[in-house]
């Protein structure tokens, strides 16, 4: 069932030119760098559609290739009860073919793209390096056929992000972004490698095609009464919110803008950021099982995350910015999609969206490039004659992200709009608490998909009027510039202008691949091409609510649009500024993006930096150097100091020391052990007293007298035995007087000790 | 406490003197009575060794009191030998000026 095809390839050629430009790339000069990037990621490119050729023609459609050449046992540790089994190969089934071919041919747009926009940059051949070694680990997370090897080039598209957002690391701004990014999506990567470890505890395996046969273990209850798969599906959706930028884990992104243009556009923008959204179609299996509670998560955080993105879009300044906050929105919707059901729906939206938002960025890196570097929109206007080619593919972007038919954003959209009004959650068989089994199903089968959709809807509303107000202050009206920026204002040359245009007529056309049931038969070939491996949504919609869905989401997009004409038509108008005067409170709070990064800097930053600030300062430097190391040394130094005085060279003191000591070590030997020895103790039998002298071993040598009765006369006179016995004649009390001493010295130790005899 | 003979005056006496001579060496500074209060504790010694080996009839007491005064003498001979070549030094047999191995 499964063909072979030589899959390895796809990752190893951009590896090899990563290879080839880190390591030579400064002796061979721009155009051989960039040839060896463009050329491995092109070469990439048509293996790969090789690949989804030969998958598409040969084989069962539910089937995958698979690397007969690479194919290892990669951890591998038996014995003592413990048996684990780790493999890594790598497969391509319909899924991994859509990511495939979004990843490398947009990849080679924008490599294009930057050999035009990088020339100048002293770190030409360290850029490529970094862009064809992140082409590399993606299509390793693409194509990986088990969770461990897509997290081999989960982490390695983070590091690369990394690096790129860093790249002009010499100004601290983006360093600290890059640190950011990679942080943020530490905390993420930990919830992912537990659901990687909690899955394997439970069934042994992390392949894809096998944790579908092991549902019966998952489904059964692993805490609370909840099926395993439940929190194994919400511990990946975690790293997903990292890598995707979701709520609580999105603030990254706006950040991340700090890199060069092509790297927001290819990496934050087009692949990389929709990882977690290919994660979660891969795993579904996992999100299907009852109850839906993950799906609930995955949706009610998509939604939320595109309505609150959007909102913050709406107010922002920075070109990038704004575009960054519209892909944190759009991949809310990607979750959404995935999130109610409507897989093909959310990965159909991360192909369209991966064609206008990479052309999006590329677009505000042609922007930039012509205004020296400045990204404040509010500084631009009336671009448009200036960059014709980009104000026009520009304004398909728009068209498409806005969602206007029929362009591609339009039918993506619509799918998971219509999705997200179709699903039905399960969440209960019985009650919880005082809410009934009624209540719960209807709240997760009507209100919480209603739900969903009218913030969606309203993100959809915001999407529009955000990119438009961008498009009109951008390119409509006069320059607001220096003088100096207007007279170098100039097209982008045809490795920047081209790829646009190609983005621009895929804008256009990609959507044409899943035009809905309704609008024509058999057209949804897109959903089609997804449907034997991915599940279809729960519930198809009647036609009439699905023109009706599509008639709501294009007249919100065109009110957006026609909103914002009105306000920023030829610039600012007044309204506008009067409008962010009256609502200053809101306008405040959506500018400072719902002063989320604020709030995490007082719960999380501070605390770590100041619980670090007392591991360095107090633990550290003080208890660990100073007290324990240093503080060594000084009792040593100070121990010296004092004996120093000792060794004064004087040779009478040395010789009095003697004296004393040798004769206090005299008189301790001399008279401890006769002391010690006249402590004696007693044991009693009736009138037969037992006397035992004491002191142990130290008192060899000695000898003994005893008085039993204190009357002056000694019973026992220097005897050497140690334990003496006594029967007393009658009743009474009696004083005993015993003297232990040493006959080699001379000195005796005595001690009296009153007995009773009843 | 040993019984009271006439040995105990002896023994009393070379206590005595093992006591002067051993304050001798402390207190004094010139380096020659050191030595001389060295040779009475060395004294002293011999003769409680004595005393003892009379008081005990056995011989080997009186042999190491010969031992010692031949020993005593020897080391008189170099004690005076490094006194003389201090001296020549430092044109000094005080014994609180040689303090320099202190270092």
Redesign the interface.
């Known amino acids: 069932m499964d063909a072979s095809f030589p899959l390895h390839l796809i990752p190893l050629l951009p590896l090899l030119g990563a290879i080839i430009n880190l390591l030579l790339g400064r002796r061979l000069g721009k155009g051989a760098v960039a040839l060896v990037a463009c050329g491995s990621v092109a070469a990439a490119a048509l293996v790969a559609t090789r690949a989804v050729w030969v998958l598409g023609t040969e084989g069962l459609p539910s089937g995958a290739l698979v690397d007969r050449f690479f194919q290892a046992d990669w951890i591998f540790s038996s014995g003592d009860g413990l048996d684990l089994h780790v493999s890594a190969g790598l497969m391509l089934d319909r899924l991994s073919a859509v990511m495939v071919l979004v990843v490398t041919w947009i990849g080679l747009l924008i490599h294009i793209y930057a050999t035009g926009y990088m020339e100048h940059d002293p770190g030409y051949h360290r850029f490529f390096g970094y862009l064809n070694l992140f082409m590399g680990a993606m299509l390793i997370l693409v194509l990986g056929d088990s969770l461990p090897v897509t997290f081999v080039g989960w982490e390695g598209v983070g590091v690369c992000s990394y690096l790129l957002i860093g790249f002009w690391y010499a100004e601290d701004k983006n360093a600290t972004a890059g640190r950011k990014a990679f942080i943020v999506n530490r905390v993420g990567d930990f919830g992912f490698l537990l659901g990687m470890c909690l899955l394997f505890s439970l069934i042994g395996t992390l392949k894809y095609s096998e944790i579908g046969s092991h549902m019966q273990t998952l489904r059964q209850p692993l805490w609370l009464g909840w099926p395993a798969a439940c929190f194994i599906a919400l511990l990946i959706f975690v790293g997903c919110t990292g890598k995707s930028a979701q709520i609580p884990l999105h603030i990254w992104l706006p950040d991340a803008m700090a890199g060069p243009t092509p790297v927001s556009a290819l990496i934050h923008a087009a692949t990389m950021v929709t990882a977690g959204v290919y994660v979660v179609a891969r795993t579904h299996v996992l999100f299907d099982v009852f109850p839906t509670s993950a799906k609930m998560v995955v949706a009610g955080i998509g939604a939320a995350t595109a309505l609150m993105a959007a909102t913050v879009g709406i107010v922002q300044r920075d070109f990038k910015r704004i575009l960054a906050y519209s892909t944190v929105s759009q991949l809310g919707f990607m979750f959404v999609g995935v999130g109610t059901g409507a897989y093909a729906a959310g990965i159909f939206h991360l192909m369209t969206h991966a064609f206008f938002k990479a052309g999006l960025f590329l677009g505000a890196g042609s922007v930039m490039h012509a205004m020296g570097g400045e990204g404040d929109i509010t500084k631009m206007g009336g671009l448009g004659k200036h960059l014709p080619v980009t104000r026009w593919t520009f304004f398909i972007y728009c068209l498409a992200i806005a969602g206007i038919f029929p362009l591609a954003g339009f039918f993506s959209k619509d799918a998971i709009l219509a999705g997200a009004w179709a699903a039905r959650f399960q969440l209960a068989r019985q009650g919880f608490g005082p809410f009934s089994v009624e209540w719960v199903q209807h709240f997760t089968q009507d209100i919480y998909p209603k739900l969903i959709w009218s913030l969606l809807a309203a993100a959809a509303l915001c999407t529009a009027f955000y990119m438009w107000r961008l498009y009109f202050v951008v390119f409509t009206g006069r320059f607001r510039g220096t003088a100096d920026q207007e007279h170098h204002l100039h097209e982008s040359p045809p490795e920047m202008t081209v790829p646009l245009m190609v983005l621009a007529a895929g804008s256009v056309v990609a959507g044409w691949v899943g035009v809905p049931a309704v609008m024509y038969h058999e057209g949804d070939w897109f959903g089609a091409w997804l449907a034997p491996v991915l599940p279809p949504p729960a519930q198809e919609l009647s036609h009439s609510v699905e023109w009706g869905l599509m008639a709501v989401a294009l007249c919100l997009s065109v009110i957006g649009i026609a909103s914002a004409y009105l306000l920023y038509y030829g610039g600012i108008s007044e309204a506008a500024r009067r409008a962010a005067q009256i609502l200053r409170p809101l306008y405040l709070l959506l500018y400072n993006k719902y002063y989320i990064d604020e709030l995490y800097d007082v719960v999380f930053v501070r605390p770590l930096k100041r619980t670090a600030w007392f591991l360095w300062y107090v633990v550290d430097a003080f208890f660990i150097d100073k007290v324990l190391v240093q503080g060594w040394a000084w009792m040593v130094s100070m121990l010296g100091r004092a004996v120093r005085y000792l060794?004064?060279?004087?040779?009478?003191r040395y010789?009095?020391g003697v004296?004393v000591g040798t004769a206090g070590i005299l008189w301790v030997t001399t008279t401890l052990p006769p002391r010690r020895a006249a402590a004696f103790r007693l044991s009693q039998q009736g009138r037969r007293v037992t006397l035992e002298a004491g002191g142990g071993s130290s008192r060899v040598g000695l000898v003994y007298r005893v008085d039993w009765e204190s009357d002056g006369k000694w019973d026992e006179v220097d005897t050497r035995w140690s334990t003496l016995t006594h029967e007393y004649p009658g009743q009474g009390t009696y004083k005993i007087l015993f003297e232990a001493r040493d006959p080699r010295w001379?000195t005796s130790s005595t001690r009296r000790r009153v007995v009773h005899i009843e | 406490?040993?019984p009271l003979s006439y040995f105990n005056y002896y023994l009393a006496l070379g206590a005595v003197l093992f006591a002067i001579g051993?304050v001798g060496?402390?207190?004094r500074?010139n380096a020659l009575i050191?030595l001389m209060s060295v040779e009475l504790m060395l004294n002293a010694a011999n003769l409680t060794l004595v005393v003892f080996a009379r008081a005990q009839h056995d011989m080997r007491g009186q042999a190491v009191a010969f031992l010692t005064i031949a020993v005593a003498a020897a080391e008189a001979a170099v004690g005076l030998a490094i006194v003389v070549g201090v001296f020549r030094n430092r044109r000094s047999t005080q014994?609180?000026d040689?303090?320099?191995?202190?270092?």
Request: glycine share 8%; net charge neutral; aromatic share 0%.
């Open positions: 060794q004064n060279g004087e040779v009478q010789l009095v004296l001379g | 406490m040993l051993a060496v402390i207190a500074r050191a014994l609180d040689l303090t320099m191995m202190k270092h």
